[in-house]
């Protein structure tokens, strides 16, 4: 693993996280039931991957494969029920305590190694979204809270599978996995009034912009980076996430919340370059054994 190429990776993982930023506004804009907003974009998501990879797709239906695309189509169906449950800050924060299962899972599934930097950047991390959370988090919203939380063991897991496909093409579980959160919202697709024309503008947005595109980047730069990498390095998404809310819809995160961001940008930045720093002295990031 060069230097050029680990940083090229790093720059992919934080243009997907910019794009998947959108994902709190553009669901709350889009008038329709939870699972018919995960359905929807679910489907234009695929389309559009297919006709982006089109032939270069290799199904393999192999356990970890399959795995990956169960948990992609987990972790996307249950945000967005988290989405329109609570607020887009709880959502996406809550989602954010992958690192820490990645950490565990990635230590155990793929062998790669955990190191000192590591946890501290994740202590970092957790404490910044403690204090982003701390004035925001309504306990009235549990139901939402829990679906955020399981949509977070969903990412981790999605994490981990997809790096371990590393040598091979974790593309195609992202295209299982938006084709079965399709299935999943189809009946209330169904069973949901016709969209209005923001209600399809946002559908469209969010399968090509917000999961179509980020993801293709996303596949390609995880066969590069470590997993706890993989979702470290992109958790600018939950500090971008409710500021576009505001911006649209008056979700105003508080100074405390202001504070905490600040926190886990910079444990994020750190441990960045901290990593650019281990590779131009020389010592290559872990990888799976």
């Known amino acids: 693993m060069d230097t050029p190429s680990h940083r090229h990776a790093v720059g992919l993982l934080l243009l997907a996280a910019l794009a998947w930023s959108l994902g709190g506004v553009l669901i709350k804009a889009a008038d329709w039931p ?10 234009v998501a695929t ?3 297919v006709l982006v990879r089109g ?4 199904f393999t239906w ?12 987990g972790c996307t169906v249950l945000f967005a029920a988290a989405t329109k449950r609570t607020t887009a800050a709880n959502a996406i924060l809550l989602q954010y ?4 299962w990645v950490a565990l899972l990635g230590a155990w599934f793929l062998r790669e190694k955990v190191r000192p930097l590591d946890w501290l950047a994740i202590g970092a991390v957790f404490a910044g979204l403690a204090a982003f959370l701390y004035d ?9 809270i829990a679906v955020a939380v399981a949509s977070g063991v969903c990412f981790a897991a999605m994490v981990v599978l997809l790096r371990g496909q590393k040598d091979g093409s974790p593309l195609e579980s992202i295209v299982l996995g938006n084709l079965l ?55 600018i998404e939950p500090i971008l996430n409710p500021v576009w809310v505001k911006l649209r819809f008056g979700e105003r995160p508080s100074r405390t919340a202001v504070i905490g961001g600040l926190v886990v940008l910079a444990a994020v930045s750190l441990r960045a370059v901290a990593s650019f720093r281990r590779d131009a002295g020389g010592i ?5 054994v």
């Open 181 to 235: 959160a399709f299935l999943i919202g189809l009946p209330a697709m169904l069973g949901a009034s016709r969209p209005s024309t923001e209600t399809t503008i946002a559908l469209l947005l969010l399968g090509v912009v917000q999961l179509g595109v980020p993801y293709l980047l996303y596949a390609r730069a995880i066969r590069t980076v470590t997993a706890l990498e993989a979702v470290l390095i992109p958790v």
């Open 34 to 43: 939870p699972l018919a907003i995960a359905g929807g974009r679910g489907l």
């Open 97 to 100: 305590t992958a690192p820490a």
């Open 55 to 58: 032939r270069r797709l290799r």
């Open 47 to 49: 389309v559009f991957l």
């Open 136 to 144: 925001g988090l309504r306990m009235h919203d549990v139901l939402g």
């Open 62 to 73: 192999s356990p970890i494969q399959i795995g990956a695309a169960v948990a992609y189509a």
């Open 284 to 288: 290559k990031p872990p990888t799976a």
